[in-house]
């Protein structure tokens, strides 16, 4: 079944992908997300070409990490507890969930102790919902800044998750929005950092984040099937 859904996953992010209009018609990175999915099913995955896999919890990341033996990018894409820096630089390529100061600095010390710079991304909470991480839009400028300014982090984008609203279709405006900050983030002006991936979209709504301009979503279901908890 994964490599029939993998393969639809594809497939459908090529259709939207294609069309976008020509000026952002870029390449999409599919990330799947294999928490809760064992390594057999991962291998599965990576064998039919999937290179990049996201984990939200360090400690089954690195029960994963240690065990599986084929090469890919791993990215964290849940919350990060600062006592967990250390760890988490020690696996992922890019973390998805920066989300406060406190969070970034305890990165940068983290990266800096094995001599890393570590790629984040900033999660950016456009809802406004109190269940989720992720940095309110007022205060995203600043925390992009002291990012930046970071010597041992590169920041390479944004990434939000979208409410679970009954109706998907709710999702495009907010989607739409966060492409709108993406392009002016963009147009800031940095010092190391390199502004390339919007990371949004999951298995219900990858299709409109797409649309608006996605260009890394996080896929589990879709491809793994429901998770067993
Ligand atoms: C679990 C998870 C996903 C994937 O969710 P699916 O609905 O299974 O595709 C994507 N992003 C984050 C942050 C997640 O925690």
Redesign the pocket.
Known sequence: MIVENLAKVRDNIEDTRKKRSPENREDVRLIA?T?NHDINEMRQAIDAGVTDI?E?RIQEAKEKFDKLDRKVTWHL??HLQTNKAKQAVKLFELI?SVDSLHLAKAINTAAGSIGKVQKVLVQVNLAREESKSGIFVEDLEELLHAVDEMPNLQLMGLMC?APNYENVEECRPLFAKMYEIFNKVKEMTFTTANILYLSMG???DYHIAVEEGANMV?????IFGP?QY
């Open positions: 997300v928490k996201g939200n894409i849940g998805h998750i999951m298995t219900h996080r896929v589990g279901t879709g998770r």
